[in-house]
């Protein structure tokens, strides 16, 4: 029925833009960077306000696709360069070695045999994993990954030993290929904002100074420290966290816009710190609180903790002491005077930054000048790329994105 | 269908040396699955051309016992006229339970009760053959409501090639927008106020050869279902529709509320940012020197609207900026308790700044708004500043006030009524109705309500995190600020995805498949109505209000609204409601092929109803994690816990099982049911079993029900070790060997 759309990014406005324009009837191919689909959420220990597992979303998403002929995915796949115009459209997409053919059944035995490991991109680098391995537990698609750094190695030959199936491929030499679609909706998604690039803020000079997303990782059953949070410099419980929030947003010198959901990220993670450790304190520094619509309900149940704190200051300076705990100083805004505070687990609440302004699409396409990508025919922006969103907005925004598709290819 | 059984064993993955295949094949030859087929790597190209060569020599019901049903699912399907049925001797045998000799008789009987289940689960089902309507299906699109949202979402559709019908109870199309001046900035660079661009969109609409647009016209009647609804209108006519998008907007929040605590109705000159708007709009803004907005004048406020209404922020940073322009000079105050300037829109709040606007944070209380002589003084905490301030010889005073979704709130009795002693059961609906609006938007002809079922705060949404477009009733779609407060930019992006989601309900329709969450599910109940005895149970608990009732009560089932979910087929008594590959009598049967052991081997058995969109991949994970249970536990995957039917107890515990449990997905206000409320009936119904456990002479402890989802994982282990225990301590059931 018609031409084929293509999604770039396998994320929720992807896999939803993808999937409501299957279920419309349409072919869709959905090119993902990563080994898996899922994106952002798949890393996410809950979601606000109802701290529910995000696979229980994804896993009905993924049998949608599962169940779907119409939907063809490619991972380790990105879009090298699109030609032509709405409706008819040539994009050369370029998919990366993964090294394991679809004969793996992810039985696990080239991870037991290979010894080198490489830093987890899915815990955020908190970890190491096996350079043989399966993204995260619930990985769609369920097949493992060898690291390049192995591949050309005997650490590879060892993985291609242990498999049974002959499903280690390491003459893999990837693929380039040509999509013909209508249309293309690029759901590209966001990247955490380099919490390094605040300088005030000493990120990396600390183990126990941690970023939003890591702090998921953290909460995460699957994470490093199975879903235990501990301070990462000592594996010791904390006592005190804090949240500094717009680290790095709202702030002209960096990102000059709001990210939208790093305050209601905090007031979760609050809650996963009250849950596990009901002795620790909790201090959110804030300019704002911006719990939009029902989220206000969220809002209102955290601040009903009384160990949850809310100091309105933008923190000027974090240091490290001897102690391995970290000291914030800000001004109190009421008597000008400046503070100091100690805590001994510091989370920076840092933003989302769009996709686009890191690797713009490779073709005429307008952005805003924070790198967001305008409304254009054709070349269909979706998600966090066109604005700092939430999972129900990217997903609203997704299926969006489907019908604008539709309306270019239908009948053609 | 005439089945051809054919039956495949994989060796891999560590099945092979851990189970005895010749047996294997012996009980699926025993079975009526024939000659069992054994290989290597069932998954790899050979051991698929070994099925396919099957399949092509005209075998369409397989068993295939390899790994989990959740995996290599493109490589084990074999086209839609190919029954497979996958029994899980990876996950749910080798993997889960011990491994060595010492293991092996008990892993072994677990591998071949699996292989029974699956067997009888094949035999037991047939192809699904799709629901068709009597007459074609309809594929015009009603779109209810002529706002911002009401006018994309025809403007969507239509340009998609849907024939639309757009109803608007005022007599002229544009609803809020109609009534405003500008838009605050909206693109780049989100400094300038920018035209509201409805004179534009009535021009499409209008000139849109799809879109038939009723103004001055209210729904007075919907009935039907997706591909065959009948709209009559207030006006008199009648349309046929194949699905509906509810786009009517929002209400101000009653300002005549806010007289105590704002003096709302004491001034010509304290207003509202609604009548703020009308004020521009009418170009009534001169003379203005000294202005103050209140924001959250009665949001976020547990005595009004507790919910942030999203907008209110930004309007007052547009009407602030109505006051500069006007007046460059005049003075203007903001007084809120956060600036909620999400994503670009901060640009907004420095664009304000920039012009002059004076912030003020205050604290939970309200500013004290006195008169003086036609000039207020408004008296506010500052709390940035710690001090009290007040704001002297101001001429106009704005109430930001929020919104209120057009939609009628409903309060469902709670689920405990059903069932229950009937005058208690009365007591409590009617309690709830009194808590419901009794005004109606679609006047649904449904025998559970004219509404659309709402969540908190009249939202008519029942998953607002990863599926937001869903109601609770099929192909009815609600966009805009009737879904959740948002603005005008947001409500054009979720007109247009609602717009998707109504062709998507009219193509199922027409092809006669489910939509969300089991899309393209082509099985539908069936009701084999002369053993009906009328008992409603079907009407009244079906999730999604898809069957309706006729005056004797007995079911009248529209299978276009119906989401497959079997919850009718556990409601009913007389096990009445089947679907062609799920069924009463399926999953009895597969309890019962289950082989229980005598007392004496001291071997019990217990069987695991489990959900399986949320349950059963959290057991596959946590046995991919390694972690190990008891190997006299059998679980049966299910549409949903809600499909459970108590015959299914009986089943089991006559024919000695020993135990029950029941894994469903998190119930309660924050539910993950993707059913809404499956879960909470299995637990409902559960508590009302023990009357037929007292007719068995067995104990209540033999049945449980636990909440297992992706967050329980690494829970699994201790439950079952632990329920082992209960029933190792209530002893066998009397039952077996009868």
Redesign the interface.
């Known amino acids: 029925m018609g031409q084929a759309i293509l999604v770039v990014g396998g994320g929720m406005s992807g896999v939803s833009a993808a999937l409501e324009a299957a279920e419309a009837g349409y072919n869709v191919v959905l090119v993902e960077k990563n080994p898996y689909l899922g994106g952002r959420v798949a890393q996410l220990h809950q979601y606000f306000p109802k701290l529910c597992p995000p696979y229980c979303g994804l896993e009905i998403n993924f049998k949608r696709i599962k169940n779907n002929p119409r939907i063809q995915v490619l991972t380790m796949a990105e879009v090298t360069g699109i030609e032509g115009a709405p409706g008819a459209y040539k994009v050369a997409v370029k998919q990366a070695p993964r090294y394991v053919n679809d004969k793996c059944t992810a039985c696990g035995l080239c991870g037991q045999a290979v010894e080198a490991t490489v830093s987890n991109p899915f815990n955020y680098g908190l970890d190491q994993i096996k350079a043989a391995y399966l993204p995260h537990e619930m990985a769609f698609p369920y097949r493992f990954v060898i690291d390049p750094s192995i591949a050309g190695g005997p650490e590879g030959e060892k993985a291609k030993a242990a498999c049974p199936y002959g499903a280690v491929d390491l003459e893999d030499q990837g693929a380039e290929l040509t999509v013909e679609a209508g249309a293309v909706i690029w759901a590209a998604g966001w990247t955490p904002y380099d919490a390094s690039k605040v300088e005030y803020y000493n990120f990396g000079a600390s183990p126990n100074l941690i970023t939003n997303v890591q702090m998921e990782r953290l909460a995460a059953k699957g994470g490093p420290t199975s879903g235990k949070i501990q301070r990462p410099g000592d594996g010791k419980e904390p006592k005190k966290v804090a949240f500094i929030q717009c680290a790095g947003s709202r702030d002209v010198n960096h990102l000059p816009f709001c990210s939208t959901i790093c305050c209601l990220a905090s007031l979760k993670q609050a809650t996963y710190v009250r849950a596990q450790l009901p002795e620790a304190e909790v201090t959110i520094y804030f300019i704002d609180i911006r719990a939009m619509d029902r989220n206000e309900d969220f809002y209102t149940k955290v601040k009903a903790d009384e160990k949850v704190k809310f100091v309105k200051s933008k923190i000027g300076l974090i240091q490290p002491n001897e102690a391995g705990n970290l000291v914030l100083e800000g001004e109190n805004t009421a008597s000008g005077e400046r503070f100091k505070a100690e805590h001994d687990l510091v989370v920076l609440a840092t933003g989302m930054q769009p996709n686009t302004a890191l690797n713009k699409i490779p073709a005429e396409v307008a952005y805003d000048e924070y790198g967001f990508v305008q409304a254009a025919e054709g070349i269909i922006g979706a998600g966090t790329v066109r604005r700092p969103s939430e999972v129900h907005v990217s997903v609203q925004d997704g299926t969006a994105a489907a019908l604008k598709a539709i309306q270019l290819v239908a009948g053609r | 269908m005439a089945k051809k059984y054919a039956c495949y064993l994989c060796k ?3 099945i092979g040396e851990a189970l005895d295949f010749d047996n294997l094949q012996e009980v699926a030859s025993e079975s009526g699955m024939g000659e069992a087929k054994a290989h ?2 069932l ?3 050979e051991g698929l051309a070994l099925i396919k060569a099957d399949v092509d020599g005209g075998a369409n019901a397989l068993l295939i016992g390899a ?1 989990s049903a ?5 490589e084990f399907t074999f086209g839609k006229e190919v029954l497979v049925e996958r029994a899980s001797l990876r996950e749910q045998t080798v993997y889960c339970t011990e491994a060595g000799e010492e293991a092996a008789a008990d892993r072994q009987m677990l591998a071949a009760d699996y292989l029974r289940i699956s067997a009888t689960k094949l035999q037991k089902m047939e192809l699904p053959v799709p629901f068709q309507l009597e007459q074609p299906a309809e594929k015009a699109i009603l779109v209810v409501g002529g706002g911002v949202a009401g006018l994309n979402a025809a403007l ?1 559709a239509a ?3 849907a024939k639309v019908y757009l109803v608007e109870k005022e007599d002229a199309l544009g609803g809020f927008l109609g009534k405003m001046a500008k838009l605050g900035p909206q ?4 400094q300038e106020l920018q035209d509201t661009g409805l004179e534009d969109l009535v021009g499409q609409v209008q000139g849109n050869g799809n879109i038939e647009v009723f103004i001055g016209n209210t729904v007075a009647k919907t009935e039907g279902a997706p591909g065959n609804f009948t709209v009559s209108l207030s006006g008199g006519q009648s349309l046929r529709a194949g699905a509906v998008i509810q786009a009517t907007g929002w209400t101000p929040y009653p300002p005549e509320k806010l007289a105590d605590e704002l003096a709302y109705g004491s001034s010509p000159n304290i207003i509202t940012n609604v009548q703020m708007e009308e004020r521009a709009k009418a170009g009534d803004l001169g003379g203005l020197n000294a202005v103050a907005f209140i924001q959250c004048a009665g949001s ?1 406020d ?1 005595n009004h609207l ?5 907008v209110c922020c930004l309007v007052s940073l547009k009407q602030a900026m109505y006051v500069k322009q006007a007046n460059p000079e005049a003075a203007v105050y903001v007084i809120y308790k ?10 907004v709040y ?1 664009q304000a700044q920039r012009e002059g606007v004076i912030f003020i ?1 205050r604290g939970e209380e309200y500013p004290k708004i006195s008169d003086h002589g036609g000039k207020f003084t408004v008296e506010t905490a500052d ?4 001090d009290t301030v007040a704001i002297e010889e101001l001429d106009l005073v704005v109430l930001a006030t929020g919104m209120k979704p057009n939609n009628p709130k409903v309060v469902e009795p709670p689920l405990v009524a059903l069932g229950m002693d009937q005058e208690e059961a009365k007591r409590l609906t009617a309690e709830a109705k009194a808590q419901s609006d009794d005004w109606s938007v679609l006047n649904l002809a449904y025998r559970q309500g004219k509404n659309l079922p709402t969540l ?2 009249a ?1 008519p949404d029942s ?7 869903e109601t609770r009733r099929t192909g009815i779609y609600a966009a805009g600020t009737v879904r ?3 603005r005008v930019t ?1 409500a054009i ?2 007109a ?6 109504a ?2 309900a009219t ?2 329709a027409a092809a006669g498949f489910a ?1 969300h ?1 089991r ?2 599910d082509e099985s539908f109940p069936e009701f084999f109505m002369q053993r009906c005895t009328q008992c409603k149970r079907c009407t009244e608990e079906c999730p999604f209000g898809a069957i309706n009732e006729d005056e004797k009560a007995n079911p009248l089932p529209n299978p276009t609204r119906c989401r497959r979910c079997g919850v009718c087929m556990g409601a009913c008594p007389e096990r009445i409601i089947s679907f062609k590959n799920y069924s009463v009598d399926m999953i009895g049967a597969m309890i019962k092929s289950i082989e229980v052991p005598e007392e004496d081997e001291e071997k019990p058995r217990v069987i695991v109803l489990a959900c399986e ?2 349950a059963l ?1 959290a057991i596959d ?1 946590a046995a ?2 390694g972690a190990k249970w008891s190997p006299f536990i059998r679980f049966l995957p299910l549409r949903c816990l809600g499909s459970v039917n108590l015959v299914w107890i009986a089943d089991a515990l006559s024919s000695g099982i020993d135990g029950i449990l029941l894994f469903g ?2 119930r309660g206000d ?1 539910y ?1 049911c ?1 059913f809404i409320k499956g879960s909470e009936l299995a637990n409902v119904r559960m508590s009302k079993i023990s009357e037929t456990l007292d007719r068995l002479v067995l104990e209540s402890d033999r049945v449980r029900v636990e909440e297992i ?3 329980e ?2 829970k699994i282990p201790g439950i079952i070790a632990e329920f082992m225990e209960t029933i190792e301590s209530v002893g066998p059931n009397p039952y077996k060997g009868f």
Do not use: W
Not at chain 2, 306 to 310: E, G, K, L, R, T
């Open positions: 891999g993955c560590g290597e790597a998954c790899s190209p790994c959740r995996v290599k699912t493109d969507a340009k998609a090639g693109s780049p660079p989100y976020r547990a507790p919910y942030c209404s999203a956060d600036i909620r300037t999400p994503g670009q829109s901060e640009e420095r944070r709390v940035t500043l710690n908190k705060y939202y998953h607002f995190i990863c599926f937001p477009y959740r407060p948002m947001q992006e979720d247009t995805g609602a717009a998707l989601k062709i998507q193509t199922a939509v969450p899309s393209g969109n949320d991949p994970m991919k994690a997905c998190k924050d993950q993707h989802g992706f967050g994982v690494d």
